[in-house]
């Protein structure tokens, strides 16, 4: 696979916690009355682009700031004709992903810490999530369920996009 220059934290372009913050208002300000397989929780627009922004940061990958309705078409990035979706939550024990959500190539966890303050944790292909064991959660929706310690590192990530040094932790002593 072709290598992908993944060379920087961050640019310019980079958008500030404000920017952020409008975008997680706008998501749930548009997604607001929806009848959706997956409850919203009040903060999931916030956590989501949050862990967007962590690997927009690690990747120097676009990051999609649009409001829509029909939201993201399950995934977050598109590298090398991959589909990537972060999951970000507060608590990264597990990574959960929806029997019935659409799927991708790849999966994300990261954790948040804050707005446009989340940590990369891990990655798995969607396959193996989708062959994982499944637990309920609520309002009878059910997850595929994997452990955060039998993820793979981020490591890995970078060494199969044939990048050279660990960004993770480049982008972690930025942002701390």
Known sequence: ??????????????????????????????????????????????????????FHAATGLPLDMTIRRAGDGGHDFRVHGLEIDVKCVSDPGRMLVGTKERRCDLRVLAHYRSLGRSRLIGWEFDDVIHSSPTRPGRNNYTNHSVLARNLRPM??????????????????????
């Open 1 to 54: 696979m072709a290598s992908i220059d993944l060379g920087h934290v961050c640019d310019v372009s980079c958008p500030t916690t404000a920017d952020l913050e409008r975008v997680a208002r706008g998501r749930v300000e548009i997604h607001r009355g929806q009848n959706t397989s997956n409850p919203i929780r009040q903060d999931r627009e916030y956590l989501g682009i949050s862990g967007e922004h962590a």
């Open 155 to 176: 490591s890995e990530l970078w060494e199969y996009f044939g990048v050279q040094k660990s960004l993770e932790e480049q982008w972690a002593n930025a942002y701390t």
